[in-house]
């Protein structure tokens, strides 16, 4: 048990201490305010913000468009053949799947302006 316990101590002790020398202190571009962190986020923030948006208009969305189109046309063939069997045909996954649909296929258009992009 006591060898147990010192093997479980050794091996955390050398983890911690392989952290320790692989970790690296990150300091701000003494150029951009003499070490402001604050400006140095903001200024990547602003370079990076038109990738993103990039990104989230030509993969996001339309990756989210095409799930949202298939479970549609699943639901609506599911509901048809319910309706063929019972007479019934339920309305309300279609509407609601229906309006998901319209509004990640719209929302490009104005979610920036939301967000303030």
Excluded at 73 to 89: E, M
Excluded at 106 to 113: D, F, N, Q, R, V
């Amino acid at each position: 048990m006591k060898k147990k316990i010192i093997k479980c101590l050794s091996v955390t002790m050398i983890v911690l201490m392989v952290t320790m020398l692989c970790a690296v202190t990150a300091f701000a571009d003494p150029s951009s305010g003499g070490g402001d962190v604050a400006s140095a986020i903001e200024n990547t923030w602003t370079t990076a913000s038109e990738q993103i948006k990039q990104v989230v208009d030509n993969v996001v969305f339309p990756i989210i468009d095409l799930i949202l189109a298939v479970f549609f046309f699943a639901k609506l063939g599911l509901a048809y053949f319910d309706y063929r069997k019972s007479g019934h045909f339920e309305w309300t996954a279609l509407a609601i799947l229906f309006a998901c649909l319209v509004f990640t296929l719209t929302a490009p258009m104005y979610i920036w302006g939301i967000i303030g992009m």
